[in-house]
């Protein structure tokens, strides 16, 4: 009966069989099994890369404390009304049956500018007012005649461009008649056109941020 006992050695030898007793109730038992040499390593530690982490962020829109992607708004001012102006003043002179004129300064722009990030979505508006000022030259009454003026561009918003309207006004022209002043303002209406052209990329330069 030799075999037999070392059949339960080797039993032994691979799991250890404890029981135990409850306040003398019914028994338990349970096996732990030994490491044995060809038993898988345990895993190391390993150290993450910069690779690594930035594979690991989430695909959020919005700052880095915003990995939820929930409500956040950033303020746009300063780069709308820097890139505004720098686009308007960059429109083509414009040349008439009479004379030619061209955008001299950007004297107003003023508004607001803004992304907002809502449940990991983005959304851009604005709303601006501008004044540009003209200067040109007009042949009037044979003569070669300096004009200058403004254009105003009331209140306009994101998406509203098909709508906007301007107004021109005419500076120092007392002496012109009021047929010769009709005519320039009409002239000078043809700036509608390219500015809101302009405006209309700065649209989606704005949607792209």
């Given at each position: 009966?030799?075999?037999?006992g070392?059949?339960?050695?080797?039993?032994?030898?691979?799991?250890?069989?404890?029981?135990?007793?409850?306040?003398?109730?019914?028994?338990?038992r349970?096996?732990?099994?030994?490491?044995?040499?060809?038993?898988?390593?345990?895993?190391?530690?390993?150290?993450?890369?910069?690779?690594?982490?930035?594979?690991?962020?989430?695909?959020t829109l919005?700052?880095?404390?915003?990995?939820?992607?929930?409500?956040?708004?950033?303020?746009?001012?300063?780069?709308?009304?820097?890139?505004?102006?720098?686009?308007?003043?960059?429109?083509?002179?414009?040349?008439?049956?009479?004379?030619?004129?061209?955008i001299?300064?950007?004297?107003?722009?003023?508004?607001?500018a803004?992304?907002?990030?809502?449940?990991?979505?983005?959304?851009?508006?604005?709303?601006?007012?501008?004044?540009?000022?003209?200067?040109?030259?007009?042949?009037?009454?044979?003569?070669?005649?300096?004009?200058?003026?403004?254009?105003?561009?009331?209140e306009?918003?994101?998406?509203?461009?098909?709508?906007?309207?301007?107004?021109?006004?005419?500076?120092d022209?007392?002496?012109l008649?009021?047929?010769?002043?009709?005519?320039?303002?009409?002239?000078?209406?043809?700036?509608?056109?390219?500015?809101?052209?302009k405006?209309?990329?700065?649209?989606?330069?704005?949607?792209?941020?």
């Amino acid at each position: 009966m030799e075999n037999g006992g070392g059949g339960d050695k080797e039993c032994n030898k691979n799991n250890k069989e404890k029981e135990g007793s409850e306040g003398g109730g019914g028994s338990y038992r349970y096996w732990v099994r030994e490491a044995t040499a060809d038993a898988a390593p345990l895993p190391l530690p390993k150290k993450l890369s910069p690779q690594d982490h930035l594979h690991s962020q989430p695909n959020t829109l919005g700052s880095v404390w915003n990995t939820a992607g929930t409500w956040e708004e950033k303020n746009l001012n300063n780069w709308a009304t820097h890139r505004i102006k720098e686009l308007l003043l960059s429109v083509a002179s414009l040349e008439f049956s009479a004379g030619k004129a061209e955008i001299a300064q950007v004297s107003k722009c003023s508004g607001d500018a803004f992304l907002v990030i809502v449940r990991n979505k983005k959304r851009v508006g604005y709303t601006y007012e501008l004044t540009l000022k003209i200067k040109g030259e007009w042949i009037v009454k044979e003569e070669k005649r300096m004009v200058k003026g403004d254009i105003d561009f009331h209140e306009f918003s994101f998406g509203e461009l098909d709508d906007l309207q301007m107004k021109v006004q005419l500076n120092d022209v007392k002496d012109l008649s009021e047929q010769e002043k009709q005519t320039i303002s009409q002239d000078l209406k043809l700036f509608l056109q390219p500015v809101r052209e302009k405006l209309l990329q700065f649209e989606q330069e704005l949607k792209d941020r």
